[in-house]
């Protein structure tokens, strides 16, 4: 419970109250962390007296060479769920120190019971996560995972969508309190499983036997990423997959990777239900899309104003028109750039289907 690297914290934050030499001891009397070096790993008898005993030991100027390894001082049992799991000690004159006694003493037992709980929470997160990916692969749940869902009290009969969340990619990953305060803002239905995936994703199994609605979802959604926003900074999107029946899970997740892929462009929230033409090309590998944009629109990647005025004109809906307002050109100034993408690519964006090899040209690009 008591580990050396928790006694080293508490010895460091309590510094900070006093400047007096303090201590850190296990239940066996032995010295984990103290201010003097010298100390650490030495026999303390009054704080295993005060271990044994249960209560604060006052020790005189007089009764130090009555007990070894000690000095004046105060000692104090440090307990953790009613029981004794370690003691601190103050150095110094034992009536300038023992009024800061009871303070140090809570402060350190807050510092314990957050560690542990902390603890906890990592255990329980890592826990969950290796369950959940288990779960999403398992073809049919084996003895050992409908073991962990009982203990996870995680029912595994109910029809669910999956959720993917993604954080926009951040210099240094989140710490454990934004991570408990993210993933417990988000529970809302007891039977809903929230999980966090690494360090950038939220893996979300939205309990959806009732028939909930997208635009439910949708709601949900908006409202917790504009929470994560306002709260902590943090810009994500989601990919929502369909709702499936149990053995069907790992579909449901596969679709909600495919909507994420497009979430990811618009920064936002998307259904895989939304998809069309991302249903095939979400299939396709970067090495094909990549040699399809060799074999296509490649000649325009160093000229920026052709491939500007392409994009605009799929903005545009085709409307030349439109194109030219938006790019603040002469119409035959459009015609001519059109042309000169013709020659280049040997597409003619007149063409209903050279337009159309164009356009994948270009989303593939922009992923």
Not at 117 to 138: C, K
Not at 161 to 177: K, N, T
Not at 236 to 264: F, H, T
Not at 324 to 353: D, F, G, M, V, W
Request: aromatic share 6%.
């Amino acid at each position: 419970m008591l580990q050396p690297e928790l006694a080293e914290k508490i010895v460091r934050e309590v510094q900070k109250l006093i400047t007096e030499e303090i201590i850190v001891v296990n239940t066996q009397g032995i010295i984990m962390a103290s201010t003097n070096r010298s100390r650490i790993g030495t026999f303390h008898e009054g704080a295993l007296i005060t271990s044994q005993q249960k209560k604060k030991l006052i020790i005189t100027e007089n009764e130090t060479s009555q007990l070894k390894g000690v000095k004046s001082g105060i000692n104090l049992p440090i307990f953790f769920q009613q029981e004794v799991i370690g003691v601190i000690g103050i150095t110094g004159d034992p009536e300038t120190v023992t009024p800061f006694g009871e303070i140090i003493r809570k402060m350190t037992e807050l510092l314990i019971s957050e560690n542990y709980y902390g603890e906890q929470f990592d255990y329980h997160s890592r826990a969950m996560e290796t369950f959940v990916l288990e779960w999403l692969q398992a073809k049919e749940p084996s003895p050992n995972i409908l073991q962990r869902a009982r203990v996870l009290t995680i029912n595994l009969e109910l029809r669910r969508a999956v959720i993917i969340i993604e954080f926009q990619q951040r210099e240094h990953p989140l710490s454990r309190d934004v991570w408990s305060s993210i993933l417990n803002s988000f529970t809302q239905n007891k039977n809903d499983v929230v999980t966090r995936s690494g360090n950038e994703r939220i893996i979300v199994l939205l309990d959806c036997s009732d028939s909930v609605q997208p635009v439910s979802i949708k709601n949900r959604l908006e409202h917790f990423l504009q929470f994560i926003k306002n709260s902590f900074g943090i810009t994500a999107y989601a990919g929502v997959g369909q709702c499936s029946v149990p053995s069907n899970l790992s579909q449901s997740y596969g679709q909600a990777e495919r909507a994420l892929k497009l979430a990811r462009r618009i920064r936002g929230i998307i259904f895989d239900e939304e998809l069309i033409l991302e249903m095939v090309t979400g299939e396709i590998t970067s090495e094909i899309k990549a040699e399809y944009i060799h074999r296509t629109i490649e000649p325009l990647l160093t000229e920026k104003d052709l491939l500007e005025t392409l994009v605009e004109l799929f903005k545009q809906n085709h409307s030349l028109k439109n194109t030219a307002q938006s790019l603040h050109i002469h119409i035959n100034t459009l015609h001519y750039r059109l042309k000169k993408i013709e020659e280049l690519t040997h597409l003619n964006p007149n063409s209903i289907q050279d337009l159309f090899c164009l356009y994948l040209g270009v989303q593939f690009l922009d992923e």
